[in-house]
């Protein structure tokens, strides 16, 4: 993995070290790339286009993510801004709002049924379904003046450790099935935005699984280093950890010793019928 370091590092990101754009970063260190962040469109409540986000190729299409960090404050009319123009149906969320006492990402979703405006966008939350490690719900965004309305579907995945990897690998591969799932019923004409508070790490890992396992399914072949050197050729430390580039290799070794039991399970199968004939 720290070969992989320096990828990328040479390209220009002049429009996020901008004095006016430097409150929006949620990090110093962590910028967009000119060449593939995501602009938003000028307005009369903004002349900026920025936002700290950057699409991300996927198994595909070369825009099927937009890699972002976790909302600040003041740059949560820009977040919903950016889903509504790029037609988003689809929010991975992969932190929690605070961890371990330290303010991680600004909730930027209201609570069930008491809609709040961002910007020009009437945000509602209209159901919430809390599992053991995720919760899942389902938001409307209507545009104030067109009056113009979408769904919305967030994932939120809540047992993930910032720099670290979930306890098991079960529990990821099935919340990125749901994901998977939903992106595959919506289809490929917009992107999915995925954040954890940094918008490298957790969201490089769950964005790097999603195309493995597709990799996986169809090529049966993957290509780890490959994949994260194609990402960070688009922002940097995608799969920011040893751990997590480790836990990746896991998933993909998880997934075979799975799909081999079950190929076993149905072979056995077949025996006991063919006998019971």
Not at 68 to 88: A, I, K
Not at 133 to 139: A, G, H, I, V
Not at 173 to 180: C, K, M, P, Y
Not at 208 to 220: H, S, W
Request: hydrophobic share 35%; with cysteine; glycine share 6%.
């Amino acid at each position: 993995l720290q070969s992989l370091n320096p990828v990328g590092r040479e390209q220009t990101q002049k429009v996020a070290l901008l004095p006016e754009n430097k409150s929006k970063n949620r990090f110093v260190n962590i910028l967009p790339y000119d060449w593939c962040r995501v602009k938003l469109s000028k307005s009369s409540l903004s002349a900026s286009d920025y936002i700290n986000a950057s699409y991300m190729p996927g198994y595909n299409s070369n825009r099927e993510y937009i890699a972002t960090q976790g909302p600040l404050p003041s740059t949560l009319n820009d977040f919903w801004q950016m889903v509504w123009e790029q037609r988003v149906k689809g929010i991975v969320m992969v932190t929690n709002c605070t961890e371990k006492g330290r303010v991680k990402c600004e909730r930027y979703w209201p609570a069930v049924n008491k809609p709040r405006l961002y910007g020009e966008l009437l945000v509602t939350t209209e159901s919430e379904e809390e599992e053991s490690s995720w919760t899942l719900r389902t938001l409307t965004v209507k545009h104030r003046h067109t009056f113009e309305e979408c769904r919305v579907k967030q994932f939120h995945f809540t047992v993930w450790p910032d720099h670290g990897v979930p306890q098991n690998t079960q529990v990821l591969i099935q919340f990125r099935g749901l994901v998977r799932q939903h992106m595959q019923t919506q289809g490929a004409s917009a992107p999915t935005v995925v954040h954890c508070s940094a918008g490298v790490g957790r969201t490089g890992t769950i964005i790097a699984l999603d195309v493995l396992l597709q990799q996986l399914q169809n090529q049966k072949a993957v290509g780890v280093y490959a994949l994260v050197h194609r990402m960070r050729l688009h922002r940097s430390n995608m799969v920011q950890t040893e751990s997590q580039y480790v836990f990746l290799h896991q998933c993909i070794v998880d997934c075979l010793q799975r799909d081999k039991t079950e190929e076993g399970l149905y072979e056995n199968a077949d025996i006991i019928y063919t006998n019971a004939t």
